[in-house]
């Protein structure tokens, strides 16, 4: 019925909302976790039952990009793109290059993180000094956004500033101990 890494949602929501990526399915017992993140959650048979998951096929869907604007705590909010993807919780943005020389100004005043953009539209992103984290972008079509060139970071906490279209689920269920 199910495999491990396939992308189950409830019947009652469209993909990306609700999405849970299955760890392991034994006939009676399913385990999976939020797509972008999260807590481990078990489901019986009657759980199961109740939600009527269903496998999605993210190669066939026409993911819907659109803009938002997004910020970080009570900092200053930048204009970027998403299509509500999230890690652990957090808003997964990207931005044009534009916009991170934008934060690059506002993340630079603080002594926590670097940011520094080369001639080429290269991106270095300094958390910790051995590991800098480098993007050369990414150029490709998006359904809902024109093609542009987006810069994104990995986990870092976005938190979506525009109200969210869709309302959020909420599993009651039995965290994996």
């Not at 399915?25 to 807590?39: I, Q, R, S, V, Y």
């Not at 481990?40 to 604007?69: G, H, S």
């Not at 050369?136 to 976005?158: K, V």
Request: proline fraction near 5%; charge should be negative.
């Amino acid at each position: 019925m199910y495999a491990t890494n396939d992308i189950i949602i409830p019947d009652a929501y469209d993909y990306p909302k609700g999405a849970l990526r299955v760890h392991s399915w034994d006939g009676e017992t399913l385990t999976a976790h939020p797509e972008g993140g999260g807590f481990m959650y078990k489901f019986n048979p009657d759980e199961i039952k109740k939600y009527n998951f269903r496998v999605v096929d993210t190669t066939q869907l026409a993911t819907r990009w659109r803009k938002a604007k997004f910020c970080i705590d009570d900092g200053p909010e930048f204009e970027g793109y998403h299509w509500g993807h999230r890690w652990n919780g957090w808003a997964c943005p990207q931005f044009t290059i534009e916009v991170m020389r934008e934060i690059a100004e506002w993340i630079n005043k603080d002594s926590w993180a670097a940011i520094t953009i080369g001639d080429d539209g290269t991106i270095t992103t300094t958390v910790d000094d051995d590991f800098p984290e480098v993007d050369e972008g990414d150029e490709r079509e998006r359904h809902g956004i024109p093609t542009a060139r987006l810069y994104g970071f990995s986990g870092w906490c976005w938190d979506v500033v525009e109200e969210e279209e869709e309302p959020t689920i909420h599993f009651h269920l039995r965290r994996e101990e």
